[in-house]
């Protein structure tokens, strides 16, 4: 039957084993409760490893395997499913823990837990989410402190926008529902919603809203305010931060506006209005 040559290289200080037929060159059979191959290295330099496994026949260099179901290849750099392969496929009576954990444990440490450096004209990371029942795409678990839960910087000069969605807005009951975006702040405090700091001289917000359909009214901006029992007076839009001079809402030339006061309790003013860019001032009656 083929066999394995084994010898030792005085010289080197080594043990060679060498096989040119198809079997393994190696086989432990471990049947007691020890480890398989303990590797105690002295090396000093960091490119002298404890194990370096060399595949350039196009062999995949290791495999690291639970069973049948569960395992992790290294595979080439050619191969589509990628260099580095965890696999899992086992019921959840058989998991209690995610496909793959990245635990940074120790509080006074500054770095990073997991960074990815993506220099070629491709997506950095990439999350592929098939499953149609209940489970988010992603999901950031953020504790109390002054860090952010995301925060995503663009180079200066940077052509393109720093956060896209895109795609189909989805349909359900939840109030939340049928937006691409949705907001749901549950702090009853004073913590608000949404807040833009824009240094650009672009809008801070841009609303472009184009009806497909004439049966219903759709609206660009729709406010709605829920007052508590007892609590105070709600605004749909408060422009009380602007100044004398300045402009508070811009309409095209074309658009006119009435009020009507309809009470016996009504108090005027002026609401500053810029039309095409213009400053105009308008006499305004309010009634409660």
Not at 65 to 83: I, L, P, S, T, W
Not at 115 to 124: I, L, R
């Amino acid at each position: 039957m083929p066999s394995a040559d084994v010898f030792k290289d005085i010289h080197a200080q080594k043990v060679n084993v060498e096989t040119t037929s198809a079997m393994d060159s190696l086989f432990i059979n471990q049947d007691a409760d020890a480890r398989g191959i303990y590797i105690d290295s002295e090396a000093t330099t960091a490119t002298n490893y404890a194990l370096e496994i060399s595949a350039s026949q196009g062999g995949r260099p290791a495999m690291l395997k639970h069973n049948g179901n569960a395992y992790v290849e290294v595979r080439g750099g050619g191969d589509a499913a990628g260099m580095l392969y965890v696999y899992r496929n086992l019921a959840s009576a058989d998991t209690a823990a995610p496909v793959v954990t990245v635990l940074q444990d120790n509080t006074g440490d500054d770095q990073t837990a997991v960074k990815v450096q993506q220099d070629a004209p491709a997506s950095g990371v990439w999350i592929d989410h098939n499953s149609s029942a209940a489970g988010d795409g992603l999901l950031i678990d953020k504790a109390a402190g002054s860090g952010y839960g995301i925060k995503i910087n663009t180079t200066d000069g940077a052509t393109r926008a720093a956060f896209l969605i895109a795609g189909n807005g989805p349909a359900g009951s939840n109030g939340y529902d049928g937006y691409m975006i949705a907001i749901q702040n549950n702090d009853t405090g004073a913590s608000g919603g949404i807040h833009i700091d824009g240094a650009g001289t672009n809008s801070a917000i841009t609303i472009d809203t184009d009806v497909a359909s004439t049966a219903s009214t759709v609206y660009g901006i729709t406010v709605t305010v829920d007052v508590a029992a007892g609590g105070g007076a709600g605004a749909g839009i408060d422009l009380s931060s602007f100044s004398a001079g300045e402009i508070t809402i811009n309409f095209p030339d074309g658009n006119a506006s009435t009020v009507d006061p309809g009470s016996a309790n009504w108090e005027d003013g002026w609401i500053n209005i810029g039309v095409a860019g213009t400053l105009y001032y308008i006499p305004y009656c309010a009634g409660s």
